[in-house]
């Protein structure tokens, strides 16, 4: 899911000249950053598979603030190309925080198996 975000944020700029297909990516940019966005929180809610003992991996893990960080940019980043559907100039900050969103959650799930 993270190289689909990725993917999409690099691509969705390129498309200036065609507001259509802007217009399509930047609703496809808001439904995987919002899925980036469910999936981290449910993976974090979880058992954790290697421990089997029926906690979480919210529990078992020190990776609180980072994983509550990755949910919060994974959100605004949504929150951001949703936007943009409505002021073009936005489109462009749009790949910067998907960018960063992605990194994020990369460090969240890098964290989370110690």
Excluded: C
């Excluded at 993917?7 to 950053?33: E, F, G, H, M, S």
């Excluded at 919002?34 to 999936?39: C, G, I, M």
């Excluded at 290697?50 to 949504?78: C, F, K, L, P």
Aim: no cysteine; aromatic share 8%.
């Amino acid at each position: 899911m993270l190289v689909v975000v990725l993917v999409l944020a690099a691509v969705t700029p390129l498309t200036a000249k065609r507001p259509r297909a802007q217009y399509w990516l930047l609703v496809a940019d808001t439904v995987v950053l919002a899925a980036l966005a469910v999936a981290m929180t449910v993976y974090v809610g979880a058992e954790d598979d290697y421990r089997h003992d029926g906690r979480s991996r919210w529990a078992v893990y020190d990776a609180e603030w980072v994983t509550a960080v990755a949910v919060v940019t994974a959100v605004g980043a949504a929150v951001l190309a949703l936007l943009a559907l409505r002021r073009r100039p936005l489109i462009w900050a749009t790949p910067l925080a998907a960018f960063i969103a992605a990194g994020v959650n990369v460090a969240a799930l890098a964290e989370m198996t110690n």
